[in-house]
Structure formats: structure tokens, C-alpha cells
């Protein structure tokens, strides 16, 4: 069963790691949008966002550790959005981030 692209389903090959972090993200509109991440990878991530963004819209998401990342925005459904990183973040990188991430959560 499908809801939009958000499959019930899901079969995604990298797992996610759980957070609860607040952020901004830039839409493509140059606004900046107040997000909470909940979840995370080196490819991407998924976040609570009141403002409807479309499928396809180019985004840059902070992080710690590594500032402004690129992204798209592949689903939103409900208050919820999925977004594709751009580039795919370095192993050691990501950890160095996802530490600093769960310490400030």
C-alpha cells in the first residue's frame, strides 16, 4: 500500500538512526524553516516540518559539524518529510556529526 511515494512498506537499504533534534532548514525559497529530525543517515533523513514543501524542491538542512547540507525533498505526508542528501556523508563524518547531534538533542 502506498501513501503518495511513502511506502508502508518500507525498504530502504540504510538504516536510520533515531534522534529528536531541532534545526533550520532553507527552503527553496531562501525561507528558513524550523524542523525537528527524527530520524537519520549518511543518505538522508526524515523530520517533523509544518511547511508543505513538493517533491523535488532543493533544500539545505544544518547539521552539526557540518553546516548546510544539500538535499531534496523526495515525500512530505502530514507534517512529516523525507529528504535525499545530495552527496552521501562520509562514514567517519557522520558519526563525528550523529555524536554531536545526540548531545545537543
Known amino acids: 500500500m502506498f501513501y503518495g511515494n511513502l511506502a508502508l512498506d518500507d525498504e530502504r537499504s540504510v538504516d536510520r538512526d533515531t534522534v529528536q533534534y531541532r534545526t533550520r532548514l532553507i527552503g527553496p525559497d531562501a525561507q528558513q524553516i524550523s ?7 549518511a543518505c538522508g533523513l526524515m523530520m517533523r516540518c509544518d511547511t508543505e514543501l513538493a517533491e523535488g524542491d532543493s533544500v539545505e538542512i544544518s547539521l552539526p559539524k557540518l553546516g548546510n547540507i544539500d538535499a531534496e525533498v523526495r515525500w512530505w505526508l502530514g507534517g512529516r518529510m523525507g529528504c535525499q542528501f545530495r552527496q552521501v556523508i562520509d562514514r567517519a563524518q557522520y558519526f563525528d556529526m550523529l555524536s554531536a547531534l545526540v548531545r545537543l538533542s
Open 35 to 41: 524542523v525537528l529530525i527524527v530520524n537519520i543517515s
